[in-house]
């Protein structure tokens, strides 16, 4: 069985760090081309040359945009095309959790929080769509949480925008089957990324549990998959999660949409 992504495009959204930047690496070594969007011109830089070396300067995009600017994603996508002429796969990637308890989230929180989770997806959407329906065969790949799924107290509106943000995909899944757009998820558990990087650097976790003194990063992501509970008893690697989504964007799954993946080491106890 082969992917199929031989000089198919894809937008990834977040494709500069983490699990955004496997799936771009992920999604050239099948022989796609991929364009990639970040707020930092700096980690965009950075990636577009380690992307560059996997399969020439020439199939790789590199494009500052924050995923709420409207008029930056409507520039992001007539990049894409005037690039690429076509685009078969968004990937909307971009984005981070909120940590905090119910009692420590303002209006304002609650509101970027929502902000961030729906229109992470709305505006790519609503830009590409047209692009994708032209591919025939075109994919829209979320990565979500699953989270939404399994509410965590310190995560809570993280935890009930991921939710919503799983309602929506379903509706776009049945609105856009007769464009022969495919809409899926990827619910993504603990997986390394610049986020877990940035909570280590920071000395605490999203529970606001403190990282003890001297304790290394591979010390506490051990620990971390103990007090989760995750069967694998590790965390997942960005190409884990890449993988999921490559499935998910490639014709290997032309008959499914709707649907999610979870990549979370077997954390989801439910049949
Ligand atoms: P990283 O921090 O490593 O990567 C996040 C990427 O998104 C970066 O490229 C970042 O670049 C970009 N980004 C963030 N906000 C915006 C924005 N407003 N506009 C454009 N780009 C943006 O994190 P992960 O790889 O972990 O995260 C990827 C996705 O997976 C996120 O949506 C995250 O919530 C989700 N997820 C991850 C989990 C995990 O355990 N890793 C668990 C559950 C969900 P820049 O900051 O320069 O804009």
């Not at 997986?191 to 990063?217: C, F, H, L, N, T």
């Not at 008959?255 to 080491?265: D, F, K, R, S």
Request: hydrophobic share 40%.
């Amino acid at each position: 069985m082969t992917t199929n992504m031989e000089n198919k495009v894809a937008a990834i959204t977040g494709g500069s760090s983490g699990i955004g930047l496997a799936t771009a690496q992920v999604f050239l070594r099948t022989g796609a081309k991929v364009a990639i969007c970040g707020r930092s011109q700096e980690r965009l830089d950075e990636a577009a040359e380690g992307l560059a070396s996997i399969s020439g300067k020439e199939n790789v995009l590199a494009y500052s945009c924050d995923v709420l600017d409207e008029s930056a994603v409507g520039g992001f996508q007539a990049a894409v095309t005037e690039r690429f002429g076509r685009c078969d796969a968004l990937v909307c990637n971009a984005g981070q959790a909120r940590a905090s308890y119910f009692h420590t989230t303002s209006d304002q929180d609650w509101r970027d929080e929502f902000e961030l989770k729906f229109f992470s997806v709305i505006r790519p959407v609503r830009a590409f769509a047209d692009a994708l329906e032209v591919s025939g065969a075109g994919a829209i790949v979320c990565t979500s949480a699953g989270l939404a799924r399994r509410p965590e107290p310190f995560l809570i509106a993280t935890g009930a925008t991921r939710a919503g943000q799983l309602n929506l995909l379903k509706s776009l899944s049945i609105e856009f089957a007769p464009r022969n757009i495919r809409v899926n998820a990827v619910l993504i558990g603990l997986v390394d990324s610049g986020q877990w990087s940035r909570r280590y650097e920071a000395g605490e976790g999203p529970d606001g549990r403190e990282i003890p003194d001297g304790m290394s990063k591979e010390e506490w992501f051990a620990d971390l998959a103990k007090t989760r509970h995750i069967p694998l008893g590790r965390l997942g690697e960005p190409e884990e999660a890449a993988n999921a989504i490559l499935f998910f964007a490639s014709p290997m799954s032309s008959y499914i949409t709707g649907e999610t993946i979870e990549v979370a080491g077997g954390q989801a106890r439910n049949v």
